[in-house]
């Protein structure tokens, strides 16, 4: 019995012993077992080796490795860029939503004035374009392959123009020819309206918010329509007008057959013009990513 005793002390104490560590070096860390560990190890409280609860490898302390590289690259994001297409002048900002979709919002402005002449009324028009589109941009391939569709969310684009025949010159409406009056020309105004808002499909190649994180430069290229609808020509005139040769002549608000041929002429503009409703768009841009 005092044997039995006597081992289970020297067991003990074996466990709990220490061997001095020599001069200038670290000791080395002892298990439970009483056993030294290999230098650089470290030793679990529960035993369940250096991964168990409460231990860390230090190559992992402050390590993003094994976040995923769609989580840490979208992470306040957000590009930018220039464009030029039929719309006008673009300007257009875009933010991720997932690793493989964009949201972006654009807003695009030209204007331009020209004067031309049809059936003899002679035009100053002044073409004004504003727009505000927005767009949900699908990236299938993980590359700069996008397909757009969106919306063109405030249609301003319109054509405005001051009408004008001088006395004595002959022009025609709706197919009939008249004579602007000498001492009362014809003038007027006329314009050309769109749609307020107009679906709209892209399809291009570049990434506002490229995904590569070191890449920050972009050149989109898109190509696709926007479906705004017929545009509708509005044409007022007045004065007088007169036959071919100037003997009979009518003001205009009061000669009913006049006014229809302003409808007809009217209806003439609107058919010239209906290729419009699918607007083509054909855009190249330039991007930076923050």
Known sequence: MRKFVFLMAASLMSVFTVKPAVAGSPAAPVSLSGEAQPAGTSVASDGAGPNAQGSMPAAAVNDDSTTPASDRILASKVGVGVKLSPLGIGIEAATPVTFHTNVRVGFNFFGYSRDFTVDGINYNANLSFRSLETHFDWFPFSNGFHLSPGLMAYNGNRVKANAAVPGGDQFTLGGV??????????????????????????????????????????????????????????????????????????????????????????????????????????????????
């Not at 679906?199 to 994180?213: A, C, D, F, K, Q």
Request: net charge positive; proline share 7%.
């Open 177 to 290: 020819t008249y004579m602007s009056d000498t001492a009362d020309p014809v003038t007027g105004t006329g314009r050309i309206d769109f749609g307020s808002v107009a679906p709209t499909v892209l399809v291009g190649w570049g990434n506002l918010v490229p995904r590569r994180s070191s890449k920050h430069i972009s050149v989109p290229v898109e190509i696709g329509a926007a479906f705004q609808g017929s545009p509708k020509a509005t044409l007022n005139l007045v004065g007088t007008a007169c036959d071919p040769a100037g003997v009979v002549c009518q003001n205009v608000a009061d000669n009913q057959p006049f006014q229809n041929n302003v409808v007809a002429q009217q209806n003439k503009l609107n058919n010239n013009l209906s290729f419009l409703k699918a607007y083509p768009i054909i855009s190249v841009g330039f991007g930076y990513k923050f």
